[in-house]
């Protein structure tokens, strides 16, 4: 796990197993290092000063995650102040506070702006407990970005580089949610013979590129990756592979024949 950037995490431990560790679990896979009380302090340390001076104040971000059992929690209010006021000895003003707060709803939020006035013009998140891949994503651009923002230097770059992690993530996402799609179509009928998802390949356009290639694909013989359009995308749904006599080469696969034998059936019908 990587070490760049150490967040602390504040709650209330009633919040522990239904929100709070999943998302620990899905920082760290992110590679964000994470500080938090289970995981840091071990027995006979002393927890004051563990939370305080080895977490809060080591941390490069703190994440407040507000519910109403962290709002009636005496530690996360303490944990709050004790940043407030570190930040303010610092002569960091707020927009260079590394606080995020996240709120698990709008009731909630409410009442952090009645209670805690001052953060309320930082990053705020909403993070329900089935919280989706999107609002994930969104916390964790923040977290960098306020990151970036603390360390200095060229912040439209790290902009830009976030950007393009956003772009690479919607497309990772799409990219799995037609996977899925395809295999609910594979478990429904496998009798069909892949024309319920050669149809699918069609309609959504993932294979038109690979479909231009068709003559140098069905001549035969060993194809050299660069000859062939839309490669990654006909791979990812099987109808090419790497050549098991030697991987520099690419060749069709059975299902890659079925689906020009498909398409040829389709085309003819079309016209007559």
């Known amino acids: 796990m990587g070490q760049s ?6 709650h209330s431990s009633v919040d522990k197993d239904s929100l709070i560790q999943p998302i620990v679990d899905d920082l760290e896979e992110a590679y964000i290092n ?32 507000f519910t109403a059992k962290s709002l009636s929690s005496a530690w996360v209010d303490s944990e709050i102040k ?13 927009d260079l506070s590394k606080i995020i707060s996240i709120f698990d709803s709008k009731d909630t939020y409410d009442k952090i702006v009645e209670r805690y006035p001052e953060l309320t013009d ?11 891949k999107t609002q994930l994503a969104q916390l964790i651009s923040a977290i960098w970005s306020k990151y970036f923002l603390l360390q200095g230097g060229d912040i ?59 003559d140098k694909i069905m ?20 109808l090419v592979h790497e050549n098991p006599k030697n991987p520099r080469f690419v ?3 059975d299902k890659g024949k079925q689906f ?13």
Not at 35 to 63: C, E
Not at 220 to 238: C, D, H, Q, R
């Open 5 to 10: 950037i150490l967040v602390f995490i504040s």
């Open 219 to 238: 001549a035969g013989g060993w194809i050299e990756p660069n000859e062939i359009k839309g490669l990654s995308m006909a791979s990812l749904f099987g």
């Open 251 to 253: 060749t069709i696969t």
């Open 34 to 65: 994470v500080w938090i009380d289970n995981r840091k302090i071990v027995p006979g340390d002393n927890l004051r000063k563990s939370i305080f001076r080895d977490g809060l104040d080591k941390a490069d971000v703190v994440l407040i995650f």
């Open 156 to 214: 439209a770059s790290q902009k830009q580089m976030l950007s393009k992690d956003k772009e690479i993530f919607q497309k990772d996402k799409e990219i799995q949610e037609l996977k899925l799609q395809l295999e609910k179509m594979k478990n429904k009928s496998v009798e069909n013979n892949y024309e319920e998802e050669f149809n699918f390949l069609i309609q959504k356009d993932v294979v038109n590129d690979f479909i231009e290639s068709r």
């Open 122 to 132: 930082d990053l705020c998140h909403l993070m329900p407990e089935n919280y989706t």
């Open 260 to 272: 020009f034998k498909w398409l040829y059936i389709q085309n003819t019908s079309s016209k007559s």
């Open 82 to 94: 004790h940043v407030l006021r570190e930040e303010k000895r610092k002569g960091n003003n707020f």
